[in-house]
């Protein structure tokens, strides 16, 4: 009997040690390794430490961004985001310990009667003297059961809950930064375009006196119908531009409204601010701070961290689990007599549980782990070569447009003389229509330029801030 009971103990652990076999993966080592510089320097001097509320100063924005931070419903979902991933944490960190429940109970039940609980039950109650009288079955006690993490399963669950949890909070840093960065850019665009509005205005003005004159030289038969034609046709041609002007202003407002999360009447704004604005020198630091101040970088790299314990909860599948189950109460089947000592009812018990046959189900579940595990390698890398490459283009971005600013800022000023002194000409009968036409068209043009090479440098500022990962804190 002895050689029995250690036969069939041997046999169960020969099994338990097969059920226990895990599959072998090949899993992916991330790299986070960037260059030491984004050029020659080697200046650890970051703007990204500069608060927002300073690096955008100003108050009409800032007044903006404020109410964005307040009102917007994207921001505001990702906040029940995080209170929805706090509350995982919590239930994770739950499931590793002891469950004990409280419970009572009340039934009544009826045995046939050729039965032997009928039968017994009939001849209780035939001769009450030889016990109480039966009346069904009645129970209260407290119930515990626990799951042993023998292999930190639950624990590491928890942990990966964590992670999650801390990631989404940095998902909602990024919308923070994403934010700011969206309703400065439509602010900018849209005191561009009232500049751009106000150029127009002008030379509508500007065109509609110099049509005058040459309808009075038409007159005189200085010019023909012709030169009148063609500079009247060049005014209705401004005049359609401030249309389309004005359908960008409408948009560009709504939009603001739609980020604040507001329906206000109108966008405050000074579109005199545009050109007094300055540009200071943009300090990006070096391309190895990008791995703690970008949100999205930091967010990746938790992920990455889940799916690591989320490999190791899934491989915890192939070992054997641990339960304890007891209760201790009290049972009758009268409520006359629950509460007494004879009453009293408990039970211990302990099993383990072993996958042995059709491994499926946690077999895939365990490759798809090391699967997004080596997903979440690829994101984090992603993410590291996605900002260096947002920061060189904002820092080309920046120089080229600055260059471009000053190049063409002289273009208007020359094209500014070349309108009088055409006009000039032109009046003492030495220069030709066409040529006043022209010069006119091209003023216009080098203006409208000039305004949309400031609003991309505006654009460089805001995008640059946003690479290096400012505006979160």
């Known amino acids: 009997m002895k050689l029995s009971y250690k036969y069939v103990l041997l046999l169960s652990w020969v099994i338990v040690l097969f059920s226990c076999k895990v599959p072998a993966i090949t899993s992916k080592q991330e790299n986070n390794a960037v260059p030491v510089a984004y050029g020659n320097t080697t200046d650890t001097s970051n703007m990204v430490k500069i608060p927002w509320r300073n690096y955008f100063d100003d108050p009409d924005l800032i007044a903006l961004i404020d109410t964005a931070l307040r009102n917007n419903q994207e921001l505001n979902i990702m906040l029940q985001e995080i209170e929805i991933s706090k509350n995982e ?62 292999w930190k399963k639950l624990r590491n669950a928890q942990k990966a809950s964590v992670m999650q949890f801390l990631s989404a909070i940095e998902g909602r840093n990024f919308m923070v930064t994403n934010i700011i960065a969206e309703i400065a850019y439509a602010y900018y665009e849209l005191i561009a375009l009232d500049n751009q509005l106000e150029i127009i205005q002008q030379n509508i003005s500007l065109q509609s006196n110099v049509l005058k004159v040459i309808k009075q030289q038409k007159d005189a038969a200085k010019v023909t119908q012709l030169a009148v034609n063609r500079f009247e046709a060049q005014l209705l041609n401004t005049e359609n531009l ?139 890398e992603q993410q590291i070569l996605n900002a260096y490459t947002e920061v060189l283009n904002q820092l080309a971005k920046a120089k080229n447009y600055e260059k471009s600013h000053e190049i063409k800022a002289k273009e208007v000023e020359i094209l500014l003389q070349s309108v009088n002194i055409s006009n000039s000409l032109f009046n003492s009968a030495r220069a030709d229509y066409l040529e006043v036409l022209l010069t006119q068209k091209e003023a216009l043009a080098s203006k409208m330029e000039l305004i949309e090479i400031r609003k991309e440098q505006l654009s460089a500022k805001v995008n640059m801030y946003k690479a290096l990962g400012g505006g979160w804190n």
Request: hydrophobic letters at 40%; proline letters at 5%; a positive charge.
């Open 89 to 150: 944490v919590m239930q994770r960190k739950g499931e590793y310990k002891p469950f004990v429940n409280l419970g009572a109970g009340a039934g009544a039940d009826r045995a046939g009667k050729y039965t032997w609980d009928g039968f017994s039950e009939e001849d209780l109650k035939a001769n009450p003297d030889k016990g109480p009288k039966y009346i069904g079955d009645f129970r209260v006690g407290a119930f515990f059961s626990w799951e042993l993490d023998v």
């Open 242 to 380: 401030r249309f389309a002007i004005a359908q960008q202003i409408i948009e560009n407002e709504n939009r603001i409204r739609f980020l604040t999360g507001s329906y206000a009447p109108a966008i405050k704004r000074n579109a005199a601010r545009f050109n007094q604005m300055e540009f200071k020198e943009m300090q990006t630091g070096i391309p190895s701070q990008l791995l703690v101040n970008r949100p999205d970088i930091r967010q990746a790299e938790l992920e990455l961290e889940a799916a690591k314990i989320n490999v190791q909860v899934a491989k915890a599948n192939f070992y054997p689990s641990f339960r304890m189950e007891a209760g201790l109460g009290f049972q009758a089947f009268n409520p006359l007599y629950v509460i007494q000592p004879a009453s009293i009812v408990y039970n211990l018990a302990g099993d383990m549980v072993a996958p042995l046959i059709n491994k499926n189900a946690i077999t895939t579940t365990y490759y798809n782990a090391n699967a997004q595990q080596i997903q979440a390698v690829y994101k984090y």
